[in-house]
Structures are given as C-alpha cells and as structure tokens.
C-alpha cells in the first residue's frame, strides 16, 4: 500500500466509526420505539428469524454439497418471502400510486404523465419503472400486482445470489459467502421490500451485478478492460431504474486512482472503461425514448429542477423530509424553471448562512441518524400503509418490528467491529470499495432529501460488511480464551510456587526439629 491510500483508508475508517456511533446510538434508541408497539406480530417475527437461524446454521455446518446448501438458503428465502407477501394484501400507495396509475393510463395509450408538470415528467427518472410497470399491466390486467411481487420475489432471490458471488470473490470463502446468503435471506429490508412497488427493486441486480464485475477486473489484468466496460453497463441499467448510482461510479472512479497499482496512463484508461459505457448507455436510452415521443425532457433533467430536492434537505424544521413549506414554494414557481432554480438557491444559501454553526451540526448529526436508524429502511410502513386492519395478519408499527430492529443493530455492530485493521492486505484494499461506497451514500443524503427508503438501494453492502465484522467477533473471542489461558497458567505458576516454597519451609522446619531432638 502506498502513502495516499494509507492515509485516505484512515481518514474513510475515522468517519465511518464516527458515523456508524451516531446510527448505533439512534438504532438502540428505535429498538425501544418499537418495543412500544409490542404485539403478537413481534413474538411471530422474533421466532420466524431465530428459526430461520437456526436453520441456516444447520444447513451451513451440514455434509450436503455446497450447490445443495445454496439451493436450501434460497428455498428458505423464497418461504420467509412468500409468507411476508401472504401477510398483508397491499396496492401502491403515495408516490407508488402515482407511478401505477400513469402505467395503466400509458398501457391505454395516454402519455400525458410524461408530459407538462405532470408527475413523470417533474420526476423522469422514474420513467423506466412506470414502463415496466405498463408492461405488466398489458400483459396481465386482471392479476398485474400480484405478478409485479412475484418479479420482486424472484429478483430478491437473484439479489441474494449476487450477494454469495460477490462474498465469495471478495473473502475467498464459501462459508462467510454461505453466511452472507444465509443474513441476506432473513435480512428485514430484503423481506420488507418484497412487497413495495418501488424502483430498487429493479434496481438493485444491475447495481450488484456492476460490482460483482468490477471485482472480477480486479483479479484479471488480461480482461480487466472488459470487466470494466460490462460493469459500467450493468451499473448504467440500474441508474436508469434507479438514478443514484452516480454515487457508485464515483467511488469506482476514486477506487481506480487511489487504490489500483497501474501507472497513470492505465489508469486514464480504466476511468474510460469505467465511465464512457455508463454514460452512453443513459444518453442512449434517454434519447429513444424522446424520439419514440413518450418522455418530452431527458431522463436526467426534469421539469422540476433537482436542486428542490436538496431545499427539502436544508429544511431544519423538518429534519431534512418532505415537508408543506417547501412543496407549496415548488408548485407556486414550477412553471419557470429557471425562477424556482434561483429561487431555491436563495433559499438553501439563507439556511446554510443564518443558522449558527452549533445549530447546523446537530442538524446534520440527526439527519444522519434519523436517514440510517430504521431497521427495516421503512419497509414494513410501505408494505402496510393504508391498508385496512383486516386485511392484514400480523401488524407492524410505523417505525418496524422490535426483531428488525434488534437483528439490525446487531448488523451494524458487526460492521464496526470490521473496521480494524486487517493483516490481510489484499481483503482490506477490496473492502474499502464498499466503504468508499457507503460514505457517498452517507453523503449524498445529508445533502438531499432525508427518507428511510432511500437507504435501501445500498443496505446490501452491510450484508458483506457484517460478515467482514464476524471474523472480528471470533478474533476478539480468540484473544478472550488466550487471555484466560494466560490467566489459568499465572494463577497455576503461583499456586505451584507458593507450594514449592511451602515444601521447603515445611522440609527446614522438620530438619530443625530433627536437628534440636538429636
């Protein structure tokens, strides 16, 4: 390792601890929240994931074959999502309603949502999932939601795949890759979202299946390139799904310059790779669909201009979220874009310049914890919100379930613990990509608008992070039964001197008694 990724592994480990303390203080602080809300559906999960455990514990530590074990997690996974769908009936609810509706009006042949001020149009990044989501309503009219969470399901089980081949590239081992699996199958956000008509649920295969190439390029200087162009293009689709994987592509980019060992011009080159296929696939696909007149802006550039979601993230009154105040300035200047752009900038800029210091810190140190703190990143609220109570066998409250929130602050633990350094070079170099990742999305959020879902388009990495963090807990236990071996072996040393200059006291003594009786 050379001095400047030595020096900037440091400063990413310093702030990831001080912002994994915030979230573990704000996650334990949930954990009583939903304790509250205590009901027969806590006791339900509480014995769903310590079983679920216990089972993949058994499979992972039986002699069946590792293509057996692997096939057993899913079908595991696949049953925990199956009952979470059964347990509540749910339609799209809030922005997820809007997008729905524009679907079945496009699948009619009215595009007037893509049009004007209308929502799509505002917000064209969700252009791709109101597509998709016509698709299924042509195909399937009378029965599109419920093959909508079947695609969820299936693509869950895809991610979880991904998650094994990625664990297993990085650590080189099946069973932490087995473990990963086993976390990713019971992991709350993972189960929870299966039911939500979001867009990361597309999103995220093409995310995973982006980094699970870039690592392979790692390993391979003679299709390095290769890797990189296909990584680039998988992460390109899942931007189009779902437009934070900039984010991702950034960190690749600083992950080239600081931590790849080619010389300058192979490293120019790698960046090309890296960042041309992403580029043009987006231009690409934008461009299609303005010519086929289905969107009127391009896909990165809506009516509404994206500096509103960073104004929504200054409001301090709101903690950062959707709030009254700042949607009712957007709709009175939405007609001139320009004029809302400028407008909102005077805004954010008197936020960020009236308020003290003191005020501003503690503000952003809540919007990390509030952004981070939720167990299951609202999942459980989108799958149950507006339904009614009938409808729905074992209710949640609106923060998760107190298992949820346990099983994920034990998680984050995890990930604390896996910040130490590593005597193996090579896992540390790789590891700090995800790291690299993490502490984008930690900041790309203190800047936008704070909302719990928006986490779960990344909240697979702390999957791979815990199992990092799992060989920390049995390197601490190691230490601890080194410590007490150490410990029994002084005790037994004394004990075994104090009996050898007992013998000898006992031996003078009876050698003067011997001494005056003669």
């Not at 696909?285 to 201009?305: A, D, F």
């Not at 609220?381 to 346990?406: A, C, H, R, V, Y």
């Amino acid at each position: 390792m050379n001095k400047l990724n030595v020096v900037f592994t440091k400063f990413m480990n310093t702030i990831l601890k001080i912002a994994l303390s915030i979230v573990i203080i704000a996650s334990v602080g949930m954990l009583f929240v939903t304790i509250l809300d205590f009901n027969a559906g806590t006791i339900v999960f509480t014995f769903a994931i310590m079983i679920s455990l216990f089972l993949g514990y058994k499979i992972i530590n039986s002699n069946l074959n590792n293509k057996q074990k692997i096939c057993l997690l899913l079908l595991m996974a696949a049953t925990i999502r199956i009952l979470w769908l059964l347990n509540a009936d749910n339609t799209p609810v809030s922005d997820f309603k809007v997008m729905y509706e524009a679907a079945k009006a496009f699948a009619q042949g009215d595009s007037s949502y893509f049009k004007g001020n209308s929502y799509i149009a505002r917000f064209p990044h969700l252009t791709i999932t109101v597509l998709y989501m016509s698709l299924i309503e042509y195909l399937s009219p009378q029965h599109n939601l419920l093959v909508m969470k079947v695609i969820n399901l299936f693509l869950g089980l895809l991610v979880l795949v991904l998650i094994y081949f990625i664990s297993y590239e990085l650590f080189n081992d099946r069973r932490k890759a087995l473990l990963s699996l086993l976390i990713g199958s019971i992991f709350p956000p993972f189960v929870a979202y299966t039911s939500v008509f979001c867009s990361e649920n597309l999103a995220m295969p093409f995310y995973l299946s982006s980094v699970y190439l870039f690592f392979k390029s790692m390993k391979s200087d003679k299709y390095k390139l290769k890797f990189l162009g296909f990584s680039s293009a998988f992460l390109a689709i899942g931007n189009i799904c779902r437009m934070i994987a900039t984010v991702i592509l950034i960190a690749y980019i600083l992950y080239i310059i600081i931590y790849f060992k080619d010389k300058i011009l192979r490293k120019l080159l790698n960046i090309l790779f890296i960042t041309i296929p992403y580029i043009m696939i987006i231009v690409l696909v934008s461009n299609i669909l303005q010519n086929m007149n289905i969107t009127e802006n391009q896909l990165w550039r809506g009516s509404e201009p994206k500096i509103t979601n960073v104004l929504k993230g200054t409001n301090i009154n709101n903690l950062g979220m959707w709030n009254v105040e700042d949607a009712q300035m957007v709709e009175k200047y939405l007609n001139n874009y320009d004029e809302l752009e400028e407008k909102c900038k005077k805004i954010i800029y008197l936020r960020l310049t009236t308020n003290s210091p003191v005020r501003l810190f503690i503000f952003y140190v809540v919007k990390l914890a509030a952004q981070w703190c939720i167990g299951d990143y609202a999942g459980s609220l989108w799958t149950q919100k507006d339904i009614p109570e009938n409808q729905i066998i074992f209710k949640i409250g609106i923060f998760g379930s107190m298992p949820f929130q346990l099983f994920y602050i034990i998680m984050l633990i995890l990930i604390f613990l896996g910040l130490k350094d590593k005597e193996n070079i090579n896992l540390k170099l790789r590891l700090d990509l995800f790291y690299l990742i993490f502490c984008g999305y930690i900041a790309a959020y203190l800047i936008t608008e704070n909302q719990s879902r928006y986490g779960y388009i990344v909240c697979w990495l702390f999957i791979i992070l815990a199992v990092d963090g799992v060989s920390n807990v049995k390197l601490l236990n190691n230490i601890y039964k080194l410590h007490q071996f150490k410990l029994i072996k002084t005790i037994g040393d004394r004990i075994s001197l104090n009996e050898i200059k007992y013998l000898r006291t006992f031996k003078n003594i009876t050698n003067n008694r011997g001494e005056k009786n003669e």
